[in-house]
């Protein structure tokens, strides 16, 4: 088995989001650095659209999931939601449906995985983790020093 470098993993995210983006081209995006920013800067939601048993693993520090954020919608008003998932191709249909909504809203590209390159942190309910769910090889991408898990 041929291991691939951090580079060729990035790579490779940034080449799965862009087929997956073809979906939803007029959605706006946030990178994964940007959202560092934002994040320290801005009034931001952020919205993990995977599924329970992934959000488990972890989840990105101060996220809330769709469910909590839809069924508590109001308290985010006037808010900009930045919905993330493994690679962006969920969370990007998710950002469409917000924003045709009148939501402001932003895709995480790359999500989980390009958060992982960019040294973002990770939580479960333990506590802080280095473990992310990935469905499979096929998203076995994630950046070194986190340990990937389907």
């Known amino acids: 088995m041929r291991i691939m470098s951090d580079q060729a993993k990035r790579e490779k995210i940034e080449s799965m989001y862009e087929k997956a983006r073809r979906a939803f081209p007029d959605i706006q995006e946030v990178t994964a650095e940007e959202l560092q920013n934002l994040l320290r800067e801005g009034d931001i939601v ?42 962006g191709g969920r969370s990007g249909r998710y950002t469409q449906e917000l924003a045709a909504r009148g ?35 096929k998203f076995d991408l994630t950046a070194e020093g986190y340990e990937p898990v389907w």
């Open 103 to 137: 939501v402001k809203a932003l895709n995480f590209k790359g999500a989980i995985l390009a958060w992982t390159h960019a040294g973002g942190a990770l939580e479960c309910a333990e506590g802080p983790t280095r473990k992310v769910h990935v469905h499979g090889r």
């Open 46 to 87: 952020l919205v993990d659209v995977r599924t329970p048993e992934e959000q488990a693993v972890s989840m990105i520090p101060g996220a809330i999931t769709a469910r909590q954020f839809e069924d508590n919608i109001e308290d985010h008003e006037g808010a900009t939601v930045v919905s993330y998932c493994t690679i």
